[in-house]
Nanobody, 117 residues
């Protein structure tokens, strides 16, 4: 059974930092395109950052330069380091995994990030 379990969310002040973790089981995350999405209240889920099996990364314009996605293959875990957080970063953050275009998509349960003073 495949599971993606996020952790690390919480309440942080504007300008602060958080690191989210996505621990994978049932798959080798190193062989998957892994990504972080977020969904704010009343808005559609959007892609934030992604990392390919080869280590290539890409980011949405709204987080570029502030967020960093990485993976630790020894721990089968993907991370999202979030710096210089803004109130508009407030959302539920989801981990995503997909091995190939025709393969099923796996989602985590989400972790809440709230940026507020």
């Amino acid at each position: 059974q495949v599971q993606l379990v996020e952790s690390g969310g919480g309440l942080v002040q504007p300008g602060g930092s958080l690191r989210l973790s996505c621990a994978a089981s049932g798959i080798l995350a190193s062989r998957y395109n892994m990504a972080w999405y977020r969904q704010a209240p009343g808005k559609q889920r959007e892609s934030v950052a992604a990392v390919s099996p080869s280590g290539n990364t890409n980011y949405s314009d709204s987080v570029k330069g502030r967020f960093t996605v990485s993976r630790d293959n020894t721990k089968n875990t993907v991370y999202l380091q979030m710096n210089s957080l803004k109130p508009e970063d407030t959302a539920v953050y989801y981990c995503y995994g997909k091995s190939s275009p025709a393969a099923p998509v796996y989602w985590g349960q989400g972790t809440q990030v709230t940026v507020s003073s």
